[in-house]
């Protein structure tokens, strides 16, 4: 295996951890505009943790983060009752991502899997120019090395150098931004992320994870 590769052929866990995106916290907050002050008292943490944790400065416990994600779930969820009441609903704009990383499907397997490694990802979109031609998941990239390696038919080695556009999926399903949040949680049942679209440029991604993290699986 060369320096700096993954086991792939483990488990998920070996791409991309299992504790929350910490680096999604500060995104989060911004987009529900909370202040660092309100989140704290909301989470039941002290705001110096809150500001430790999105300076990147501790590793914040498992707990800890949990209550910051029950908190921002307390949050969407009342908003959503509000919404109800005034006749305005949360949408997939609210809750987006902004900015999405991609990949294009000359580049390799093991750049994809550097960019997910790097931001956390479990997946990445295809993207040609303005086109989207596919998605790309963690799932895929293990199931392909795993069935390339065991069959000995390529080494981990020629499994990276592997071209995205070989083991590329269809594309993930686009969605406006004013899409009402509920309906996007019929698209992330089945699948892995949708794209944000506006005037029909992608502003932003969100993920299944997003959405099993705040608990708006339910």
């Known amino acids: 295996m060369t320096e700096g590769a993954v ?4 488990s998920r866990t070996a791409l991309v951890p299992q504790l929350p995106d910490l680096d999604k916290i500060r995104q989060m907050r911004k987009r529900l505009n909370l202040s660092q002050r309100e989140l704290a008292s909301l989470a039941g943490v002290s705001q110096s943790l809150i500001a430790k944790i999105e300076r990147g400065t501790i590793d914040p416990s498992y707990s800890n ?29 609210d809750l987006a991502t902004r900015g999405v990383v991609f990949v294009t499907p000359d580049q390799s397997v093991g750049e994809a899997v550097e960019r997910m490694m790097r931001g956390r990802f479990t997946q ?13 998941t963690d799932d895929a990239i293990r199931d392909y090395t795993i069935e390339q390696t065991k069959a000995r038919k390529k080494t ?25 949040i509920d309906l996007a ?16 440029a992608i502003v932003g991604i969100l993920t299944s994870a997003d959405f099993l993290n705040l608990g708006l699986n339910q």
């Open 7 to 10: 086991d792939m052929t483990s």
């Open 65 to 93: 983060v949990r209550k910051i994600l029950n908190a921002f779930e307390e949050v969407i969820r009342r908003r959503k009752v509000e919404g109800v009441r005034s006749g305005t609903q949360l949408t997939v704009g």
């Open 124 to 136: 990445l979109p295809v993207i040609v120019g303005e086109r989207i031609v596919g998605g790309l």
């Open 156 to 180: 981990y080695e020629e499994v990276m150098r592997t071209r995205i556009e070989e083991i590329m999926d269809a594309p993930f399903p686009i969605l406006s931004e004013d899409t009402p």
């Open 185 to 200: 949680s019929f698209h992330l049942q089945r699948e892995e992320a949708i794209l944000v679209s506006r005037k029909g």
